[in-house]
């Protein structure tokens, strides 16, 4: 038995472009011990296309906590592994946690072979704020708590983010429609690094419809980000659009209706709108 412990490599892989895998990480995946992999059968084709041929380990969420004492015990007695999923970055809504966690609390060096992640790469496209955002992973499977979450962006400044299946795309904008101001921006990058690559920039009121326009639109994988409130200390002054909205409703409604309506639809705070209704009608 060594008596110096192996380390743990956790490895990006690509997203679906095959050439996204770094030439650090392609090193790191020939020079380890094992690789424990999300789905081995998954992984094979994109190992042997570069010719690794370490020997793998299954380790999923049904097997985390059992596997990963094992794993531990391998590189306790020098083994060195790398953690893989079946795309992106481990642990970033895939498994992992378990076994860096144990690992790290064990004293045995974790590095990271860093590289692809679908957030990362749908937030550098976006054209959306990148300096400060909130990723979720993925949504909830029903639309009320769907919803919930959602309301849960709708005052946050920054840029929310989060992952969808194509099962339920569809279903997740249309609860986005349901909760969100109209007029709010919305980025849903598609099938990212694949042939069939889309980002669509549309406002929150438009975006199933530029779906459904689309043939294969619900097709594929997703990442959804959801343009963040605007900030009243960066930004106190109502856009031309906003004072739009806020003039026509002070036609037909009292100074307190229109702003708190014009509060619902804008997504701005009421009581900027209502010092703005004040000033209009006074
Ligand atoms: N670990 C991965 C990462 O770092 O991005 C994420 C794994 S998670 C199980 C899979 C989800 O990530 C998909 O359902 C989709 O929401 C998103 N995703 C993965 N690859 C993608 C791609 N090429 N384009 C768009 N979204 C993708």
């Given amino acids: 038995m060594s008596n110096k412990t192996g380390t743990l490599f956790v490895v990006a892989t690509p997203i ?3 050439a996204d895998l770094s030439l650090r990480a392609v090193e790191t995946l020939k020079g380890v011990d094992l690789i424990a992999a999300e789905d081995t059968r998954h992984s094979r084709p994109l190992l042997q296309h570069y010719g690794i041929d370490q020997p793998l380990q299954a380790y999923h969420e049904h097997n985390e906590g059992t596997m990963a004492e094992r794993l531990i015990q391998r590189m306790e007695d ?4 790398a953690l893989i999923s079946d795309a992106g970055t481990p642990l970033i809504s895939d498994p992992g946690y378990s076994l860096v966690r144990r690992a790290r609390e064990v004293g045995i060096t974790v590095a990271p ?7 990362i790469a749908a937030l550098s496209v976006s054209g959306l704020p990148t ?7 993925f949504m909830p499977r029903t639309s009320g ?15 929310s983010i989060f992952y969808e299946s194509s099962h339920r795309i569809l279903a997740a ?7 969100f ?5 919305i980025v849903v990058a598609r099938e990212l690094t694949k042939l069939h690559e889309t980002i669509l920039s549309a406002t929150v009121s438009e975006i199933c419809e530029l779906i459904l326009d689309n043939p294969h639109g619900q097709k594929g994988e997703f990442v959804v980000l959801l343009e963040g409130a605007p900030s009243l200390k960066k930004n106190n002054r109502l856009t ?26 804008t997504g701005v705070k009421k009581k900027l709108l209502y010092q703005e209704a004040l000033r209009l009608v006074g």
């Fill in 240 to 265: 031309s659009e906003q004072k739009r909205i806020l003039v026509v409703l002070l036609k037909s409604c009292s100074v307190k209706t229109a702003s708190e309506l014009a509060a619902e639809i």
């Fill in 181 to 185: 101001p109209p007029e709010r921006k």
């Fill in 16 to 18: 679906g472009n095959l």
């Fill in 173 to 179: 904008l249309e609860d986005v429609q349901a909760v």
């Fill in 113 to 119: 072979v860093p590289g692809a992640s679908a957030l």
């Fill in 145 to 159: 708590k769907r919803r919930a979450v959602i309301a849960g962006f709708m005052e946050r400044n920054e840029t």
């Fill in 78 to 81: 020098g083994e060195s592994i």
């Fill in 131 to 137: 300096d400060s955002f909130t990723f979720y992973g």
